[in-house]
């Protein structure tokens, strides 16, 4: 009997194992498609300078794939992750989020876009880290597109809260953010993590970690470099930026921006 116990428990921790796994393996690709979309987009001349404006963001929300489809009626989906800087400039772990939105009128086509936006502002994070955020709806948030293939609400570039660039492959003569709604996804929160965790937890607390995101945040740092120092940021580890060695190669150059003093964002 003792025997056939010890089976059972061993049987039981196995499942449990797996079905967590399972739970996290839709999260991780999408974690890992970020990674790619990231590169792609950086990559692309089209989108102007984004190394410059990736290095004075607080934080950044990537949409690595969002499906376009109408016939007369049409609508988009996809899936996300936001991150956001610490006190040390370092980024935090991905927050899970969805976009969509839905259209009627004359329209045909298929498309399948990336999406990267480049959040500057306080007011901009505050924005987006509430349960749901839509675009062109909080006259209070401007954004703002670069590069090609993107329409929005268009401000001054310098006023903007959110910068969107984006690269799309279809049908469709570009993409357009406006009325599109972005959600928390808590229940993605919690496979991934193993506990329910608000977006604010996630990338501003900074209560967890998963090291499937390392990569992510890894090529974010090398494309965008510590950035700006955000105060009233307090994570658990801060990790302080050293000066290289001499003789050491020179880090990633990166254009010349504007600077400017940001506030902190609000605590709720």
């Not at 969805?98 to 399948?112: R, V």
């Not at 604010?200 to 990569?215: H, K, L």
């Amino acid at each position: 009997m003792t025997m056939i116990r010890r089976l059972l428990a061993a049987a039981a921790f196995s499942i449990a194992t797996l079905s967590a796994a399972h739970a996290q393996v839709e999260q991780q690709a999408v974690v890992d498609r970020a990674t790619l979309a990231v590169q792609d987009i950086m990559a692309d001349v089209r989108q102007g300078n984004p190394q410059s404006t990736m290095g004075n963001a607080r934080a950044v929300m990537i949409c690595p794939q969002v499906f376009r489809a109408a016939f007369i009626f049409g609508g988009s989906g996809g899936d996300c992750v936001l991150v956001a800087r610490d006190a040390a400039g370092g980024w935090s772990y991905p927050a899970f989020y969805g976009i969509g939105s839905g259209s009627a009128g004359f329209q045909a086509g298929i498309q399948d876009s990336e999406i990267m936006m480049f959040i500057l502002t306080a007011k901009g994070l505050n924005a987006v880290m509430d349960s749901q955020f839509k675009f062109g709806a909080d006259a209070g948030v401007a954004f703002v597109s670069i590069g090609a293939g993107v329409e929005g609400a268009t401000t001054a570039g310098l006023g903007a809260d959110i910068v969107v660039a984006a690269k799309s492959r279809g049908l469709f003569a570009g993409i357009s953010l406006q009325g599109s709604v972005m959600t928390t996804r808590t229940s993605w929160n919690r496979a991934y993590y193993g506990r329910d965790l608000a977006a604010r937890s996630i990338v501003q607390d900074m209560e967890v970690s998963n090291p499937g995101a390392d990569p992510l945040r890894e090529i974010l740092t090398r494309f965008g470099g510590r950035g700006p120092v955000i105060g009233s940021m307090q994570p658990q580890i801060a990790t302080a930026q050293t000066a290289p060695p001499p003789g050491s190669a020179a880090p990633l150059a990166r254009a010349p921006v504007q600077q400017q003093n940001l506030p902190p964002p609000q605590q709720r």
